[in-house]
């Protein structure tokens, strides 16, 4: 199985500010990575799918990036509709894992 | 635009069958994979197994021998049973479409409790 880890768990940020979020995985997913959020009882919402492409519908201050093992997912002026989880997932190789999560709190 | 309805039994007695149903409104169950996920109480996100568009499933081992995954086309839904539950199998269910999962139902919480 593809191992998924995320850094930081948690992290606290104001308005405005830029975050970004660390994915790694035990092997390379080629790309096949995505992005989530979710709030609180929620269903988790798909932000970027393989890698880079955000999905339809998603403010353009969420980016993804990276290649191999080592990816990010930057939100570049956090709102306060942005205080959430957020979730990495591969689904290159079966099972489909998911990253741990990292919690997004208000400052 | 495609929405997911979940429906299903929320409280299970250990040893019984958990059985789910995601239906399909706005679009067709044809044509796309359908993954079920499910996510214990304050944990993250598990994968249970999926069935893609030619009908071949594929499952988390850990779950393996007591899951099943269908598809039903004429109803347009797609089913998730789980044997022999336990009360680690306390969690909330999604179903969802694709491998980037783009489509999620709305969750079913599941309790399973003596």
């Known amino acids: 199985d593809i191992q998924m880890t995320q850094s930081p768990s948690t992290l606290s940020a104001a308005v405005g500010d830029r975050v970004t979020i660390t994915c790694r995985a035990s092997?390379?997913?080629?790309?096949?990575l995505a992005w989530y959020q979710q709030k609180p009882g929620k269903a988790p919402k798909l932000l970027i799918y393989?890698?880079?492409t955000l999905e339809s519908g998603v403010p353009s201050r969420f980016s993804g990036r990276g290649s191999a093992t080592d990816f990010t997912l930057t939100i570049s002026s956090l709102q306060p509709d942005d205080f959430a989880t957020y979730y990495c997932?591969?689904?290159?190789?079966?099972?489909?894992?998911f990253g741990p999560g990292t919690t997004v709190h208000i400052k | 635009q495609v929405q997911l309805q979940q429906w299903g039994a929320g409280l299970l007695k250990p040893s019984e069958t958990l059985s789910l149903t995601c239906d399909v409104y706005?679009?067709?169950?044809?044509?796309?994979?359908w993954s079920w996920i499910r996510q214990p109480p304050g944990k993250g996100l598990e994968w249970i197994g999926e069935?893609?568009?030619?009908?071949?499933?594929a499952y988390n081992v850990s779950l393996k021998s007591a899951v099943t995954i269908s598809v039903d086309t004429s109803k347009n839904q797609i089913s998730l049973k789980l044997h022999s539950v336990t009360a680690a199998d306390t969690a909330v269910y999604y179903c969802?479409?694709?491998?980037?999962?783009?489509?999620w139902g709305q969750g079913t919480v599941v309790t399973v409790s003596s």
């Open positions: 969802a479409r694709n491998r980037a999962f783009d489509i």
């Open positions: 706005g679009g067709s169950v044809s044509g796309y994979s």
């Open positions: 069935i893609n568009h030619s009908g071949s499933t």
């Open positions: 092997q390379s997913p080629s790309g096949w």
């Open positions: 393989k890698t880079s």
């Open positions: 997932q591969q689904y290159d190789t079966l099972p489909f894992t």
